[in-house]
């Protein structure tokens, strides 16, 4: 094994264990009563080693759902794969009850914040409406979707969904 393989195992194996704190934390208590401190030591790792890979609690928030929500940019630009969408789906309602502490209001303009910037860099220069609020839009709109979905507020199957915001 290289050098660089077992830098990459490593730095693996922390960011794992950063987020399985950080989400462990997140369903124990509210999103602002959690504070670096507290993440570093569920995660056991040092300080320094907490800040090489993130800048705080919100960079770890969005480190941890940047690749579902790149599925779900995908979606609102019309140019997913439907089975990668029906595995992030499948896995919110999976995890439904970490998911709706994250989807829930103490985190929404984080996140909506989040995947509209992931949208807006997909959606390039070719819309007749301004980019962003295009961006906006389909971000809200899919999350309050996704929100309403996991709090079962509309009955729909994981694939049924998956098709609705494929569309």
Do not use: C
């Not at 029906?86 to 996140?111: C, E, M, N």
């Not at 979707?145 to 609705?164: C, K, N, P």
């Amino acid at each position: 094994m290289t050098a660089r393989e077992t830098d990459d195992r490593r730095v693996r194996r922390t960011r794992r264990a950063i987020f399985d704190a950080f989400r462990e934390l997140v369903l124990s208590r509210r999103y602002d009563e959690i504070r670096v401190g507290d993440i570093i030591e569920a995660a056991d790792v040092g300080k320094s080693t907490f800040y090489e890979h993130f800048t705080n609690k919100d960079d770890v928030l969005l480190s941890s759902i940047e690749p579902l929500f790149e599925v779900l940019a995908e979606a609102a630009t019309g140019d997913v794969v439907r089975e990668r969408l029906f595995f992030v789906l499948s896995h919110f309602w999976d995890q439904r009850t970490v998911a709706r502490v994250i989807f829930g209001p103490d985190l929404y303009f984080k996140l909506s914040r989040k995947l509209a910037d992931m949208i807006e860099f997909r959606l390039g220069e070719n819309n007749d409406a301004p980019q962003r609020l295009v961006a906006i839009e389909r971000a809200n709109a899919q999350l309050s979707a996704i929100r309403a979905w996991l709090a079962g507020e509309f009955q729909y199957d994981v694939e049924s969904f998956a098709e609705y915001l494929a569309k």
